[in-house]
Structure formats: structure tokens, C-alpha cells
């Protein structure tokens, strides 16, 4: 339920309903005014339901709530701060960022593209949190492989990392060709931060942890320009 607001009327007052023998009644209109008041919350919650399942739209501790919901990967994501006045608020409190849902996945995963992404990682976090719910359910379609890790990573940080892992393809034009990739399997995360800090490496490790292939070993490592900071081996 959202909480009561001072004057909000209600969109199917009890009043116009009453029989008409309480048409011309004042204390039975001042009485049930009352109640009005009582459920105009509900009332405006219903008629507008739609919305509250639309994370563009959700009040944010709604959109925390279908964050679970839908299993979204927001380790690290809190909006608690910088929309800290979104707490009392209704309907439109936010918009999803353009970019969610356009696609670019696996762009963007070499150093060049990660070092002009910072602007990206300006977001507030309320949006990375909206941009994340919006994109769980193509995210579980893809969990579990370079594009679906990197998308995670990149809604989470507002920068795409830079990956690399033990996998290959290739073909032959003949039999027994060399056999592409690593013969032991490995994957290692590289998160470029404007100012990384303890909390960004421990936030990475534990998105790659859940995002990562299925018993795929794997390291993170979080840097600042060129200098690596902290490595996790696993």
C-alpha cells in the first residue's frame, strides 16, 4: 500500500453512491468523507497497477521488490542515496536508460570501448536498479555466457568489462586441426573504474560468481588506468 497524501480524492467516492434517501444527508456525506479518505490509497494503487509492474514507472521500493521478483542481478546496486526522495513518491519515478534495450551486449568488451564508458557509470543508481529489472528476463535467456556476463557486469557498474576465457571456435578445411582455446578452462573479468575501491572488487567478484558459467573457474580483477589493484582467484 502507498501511504495516505493530504487532499487526494477519491475516484469512486462513496458519497454518489449512497441511497437516495441519504442523498441530501450531511452527516452521512461527512461521515462516509471519511472513509473516502481511508481508501483513496488503495483506489489510486488499482488504477494505476499497470504501472507499478513497469520498473520505468515503479515507486523505487516497489521496483526493489520486482528486482526479487524476477531475479534481477543488482549486487551492488543501491539507490538508497541519490533518489532518496523517491521513497514516498508514486508512479514515474524513473525511466530505464535507452541503452538496455539497445542491445550492444557483447560490444564494448576491449579496453578502448571500457575506457570511453565511463560517462555510463554516472547513472544514478535508481536507473542502473530499473535498467536491471528491465532486462532480467533477456538476461536469464543468456546467463551463463560471455554476452550474458558482460550485460550483467555492465548494468551493475554502468561500464562493460573486458573478458577474456579459456574457450574457442574455429574450423578446418582438414581433419585433425589444432583445437582451439585453452585445455584448462579458465575465466578472468577486468572492471576499469574511474576510482575503484575494495567495494567494487568485492561487489564484481560476487556478480561474476552468479553470472559466470556453471563451475567455470575464474578471477576479477578491478583497476584503475593501466595499474591492476586487486586480483581474486577461484
Known amino acids: 500500500m502507498r501511504g495516505s497524501l ?20 450531511d452527516l452521512a456525506h461527512r461521515f462516509v468523507a471519511g472513509l473516502d479518505e481511508v481508501l483513496a490509497p488503495f483506489l489510486v494503487v488499482l488504477d494505476n497497477l499497470d504501472a507499478y509492474f513497469d520498473p520505468a514507472l515503479a515507486p523505487l521500493d516497489f521496483t526493489r521488490w520486482l528486482a526479487d521478483w524476477v531475479g534481477a542481478e543488482t549486487e551492488g546496486i543501491d539507490p538508497g542515496v541519490d533518489a532518496a526522495g523517491a521513497a514516498g513518491g508514486g508512479v514515474g519515478a524513473g525511466a530505464v536508460p535507452a ?4 542491445g550492444g551486449i557483447g560490444a564494448g568488451s576491449g579496453p578502448a570501448s571500457a575506457a570511453g564508458a565511463g560517462r555510463a557509470g554516472a547513472l544514478p543508481a535508481e536507473l542502473r536498479l530499473r535498467a536491471a529489472v528491465a532486462a532480467a528476463a533477456r538476461l536469464h535467456r543468456v546467463r551463463g555466457t560471455r554476452r550474458g556476463l558482460s550485460e550483467a557486469v555492465r548494468l551493475v557498474f554502468g561500464v562493460p568489462p573486458e573478458i577474456r576465457e579459456s574457450g574457442a571456435a574455429a574450423w578446418h578445411a582438414r581433419p585433425l586441426g589444432p583445437v582451439p582455446g585453452d585445455r584448462r578452462p579458465h575465466l578472468h573479468v577486468t ?10 572488487h ?18 576479477v580483477e578491478v583497476i584503475a588506468s593501466a595499474v591492476a589493484e586487486r586480483t581474486t582467484d577461484r
Open 6 to 25: 493530504d487532499g487526494l480524492g477519491s475516484s469512486a467516492p462513496i458519497g454518489a453512491m449512497l441511497p437516495a434517501i441519504f442523498a441530501d444527508d
Open 99 to 102: 541503452s538496455t534495450e539497445a
Open 202 to 219: 568485492h561487489r564484481l567478484d560476487t556478480l561474476v560468481a552468479a553470472a559466470r558459467p556453471a563451475h567455470m573457474p575464474y578471477t
Open 191 to 200: 572492471l576499469r573504474l574511474p576510482d575503484p575501491s575494495p567495494a567494487d
